[in-house]
């Protein structure tokens, strides 16, 4: 049997491209049978990764084990910090609100009246600032978070309604303030002053970071802007990426920077409290997933590009106690990271539609998501509730399963469940008992089917190359319609019939080009049986040489030596190559009438008296198609109508005045006449 488009290359080393992951089925050795092979990050992703990771080579092993805190009273989270304490703030929209997760609890610790709160940081004496939009006002609070009640505003930043990104240089004691819609960095004191740091072109600054040595680097929203800032004013662009946003800056082991860039393809539009009343669950997100890309800078200031996601935008950022960077994706709420090696892999796989925070360093690690918001604490990794489930595979129609393999280190448990609905629903199969080795199936028939690996055996496990066998029922193909076009007529249009009125002859053929369409079910490979038969007659006879086997659905009918008249085409289709004689497939259609004609027409009379040019052409089957005439030695050929009005018989008979077409003057005027089999005569008249 043919397949669908083949797998999905292996992604190179260098970039991760996260495209959508179709699973198709491939060819098996046996005849009829096909495979669902998964054995890169984009087929094995598709489904629902619990506690498991998957990385660009294929390989899925134990992931990441995540907590569930539900943090109600907020649609999205927007900033997190770590306090001393080991307890986690968490900055949230739409209603601006501050709450501390600490004991297995979320508990509101301050309000601040604004749509959002975009930036957290800790800052003097353990005090916590807070940054927001779209007022964009600063706020203070005590080390321990607060009781719950409105934050102290804190100074003033003046043209800003947007708070972005608050970076805190420890060495210095400066607060570092990333705005918009002026695009301005800010210096904030301890008293809350403030004063114009960097005044970039752009109209929002979004990120920030201070390195060791204290340079501050800032990110741009408009054109993907990386500034390196040395001190008031003082700026140069560090680097200029393909991308709309500069999202987050991290620094890394022996000075490397990571930076999170993203391509949005739409433009950014900060939303503005509803002055009439309550802000409702609003968000700067764009409508559409962006295009992410992750990219690390040495301290020579070398770029190199780790990941790249066609998929989904990167809104967090985070470096790990070994150096290795993770990134939060803005849609299907995903985790990543990269090693050395840019082996990319899939590490968490929330419920939740974004991972807005991740701190993934120090004792207290945890992803922070939206929609809903939700506070998983990491917890470990590896686990025996690890469950790795395939995306739903689709066989096109219903299947019968045989064996499931697949390669591994360590012991796994693999089972399957099958349904003839594209979502799993009851009418489903239950999952079938797991088999510790590659063994039958014993799922029933079906269209669809899942697999499910789990590491409840052994939790260092790795599941790699996963095939599973199958038959489809086998659907019988059908001819839909047969063409049939005359070789010497030059038609564009697929069917019988003569060039367009006007140009140069065609030369004479007697070859028709037959063809046909068909609907193949289940893209088995098909043999063709063109046969003939005139009308009128009871017997067909074979289009094709002795032994040729025709596989392409058209065929040129050589029709030299056969009696002209009216055909008719009979094409069988068989899946005979692709199935065994007791499972093969046939249907045949026959064509409408197919006229046979190698004959030109024949003028019986063809004279000029004057300018009017006279004339009578006939044809043994007709009916006569078109008639032309140009000047001799011309390329222009302008149409006559017979006598009668109406080109519709063997006998047509002119007589038409062509003064408008020869001018005066002694002249060749040639005559060109069409029968509707293509074929052609032209003869020339002398006019005086």
Known sequence: ??????????????????????????????????????????????????????????????????????????????????????????????????????????????????????????????????????????????????????????????????????????KSKSLYAATGPEGKVFRVDQAGKSQVHFDSDEAH???????????????????????????????????????????????????????????????????????????????????????????????????????????AHYVSLAIDDTGAPYVGTGAEGRLYTVD????????????????????VSGKQRFLATTDPVVFREIKGTGGADAVWTSKVLDAGLRATFGRLAWRSEGQLELSTRSGNTETPDATWSAWSAGLGAPGDVQSPPGRYVQIRARWSRDPKAVLREVT?????????????????????????????????????????????????????????????????????????????????????????????GLPEGPYRILVEATDELSNPPDRVQKHSLESATVLVDNTPPVYKALAMQGRKLKGEVVDGLGPIARIEVSIAGSDEWRPLFPSDGVLDEPSEAFDVDIASIVPPGAHIVAVRVYDSAGNVVTRDVEAK
């Open 468 to 560: 599973l066998y199958f038959v489809t029922d086998n659907a019988r193909a059908v001819i839909t319609s047969i063409d049939a076009t005359a070789k010497n007529s030059g038609s564009k249009s697929g069917k019988m019939g003569i060039v367009s009125s006007g140009g140069e002859s065609p030369r004479p053929s007697s070859s028709v080009k037959l063809s046909w369409r068909v609907d193949n079910p289940d893209q088995d490979d098909l043999r063709y049986r063109v046969s003939y038969r005139l009308e009128g007659q009871n017997t067909w006879r074979s289009v094709q040489k002795p032994g040729e086997k025709l596989t392409r659905p058209e065929l040129d009918w050589d029709t030299t």
């Open 205 to 311: 600054i979004v990120s920030l970071a201070v390195a060791e040595d204290g340079t501050l680097y800032a990110g741009s929203n408009g054109k993907g802007l990386l500034y390196k800032i040395t001190g008031p004013g003082r700026a140069t662009v560090a680097y200029d990426f393909d991308a709309d946003e500069v999202k987050a800056i991290a620094f890394g082991k022996n000075g490397s920077m990571f930076v999170v860039a993203n391509k949005m393809g739409e433009s950014f539009a900060p939303p503005k409290r509803n002055r009439g009343g309550p802000a409702g669950p609003q968000s700067t997100r764009p409508s559409k997933p962006g295009k992410g890309m992750l990219y690390r800078f040495g301290k020579d200031g070398i770029a190199e590009q780790l990941l790249t996601d066609n998929e």
């Open 340 to 359: 050395e090696a840019h082996v990319a892999s899939l590490v968490a796989d929330t419920d939740e539609r974004q991972i807005g925070a991740v701190v």
């Open 1 to 170: 049997m043919t397949l669908s488009p083949g797998k999905l290359a292996r992604l190179g080393i260098g970039a991760l491209v996260l495209a959508a992951a179709v699973i198709p089925a491939k060819t098996a050795s046996a005849v009829g049978t096909r495979t669902f092979q998964l054995d890169t990050i984009d087929e094995l992703k598709g489904g629902d990764l619990t506690g498991v990771s998957v990385d660009s080579n294929g390989n899925v092993r134990a992931g990441l084990t995540l907590g569930s805190l539900p943090v109600q009273d907020a649609s999205s989270v927007w900033s997190s910090v770590v306090l001393p304490d080991g307890s986690v703030l968490l900055g949230t929209g739409s209603d601006g609100k501050i709450f501390k997760v600490s004991g297995g609890k979320a508990t509101l610790v301050a309000t601040t009246g604004a749509m959002a709160v975009s930036a957290l940081v800790v800052a003097w004496n353990g005090d916590v600032i807070a940054g927001t939009f779209p007022e964009g006002k600063l706020y203070r609070l005590p080390a321990g978070g607060g009781n719950g009640g409105p934050a102290a505003a804190f100074g003033d930043l003046p043209g800003a309604e947007d708070v972005w990104a608050l970076a805190f240089d420890a």
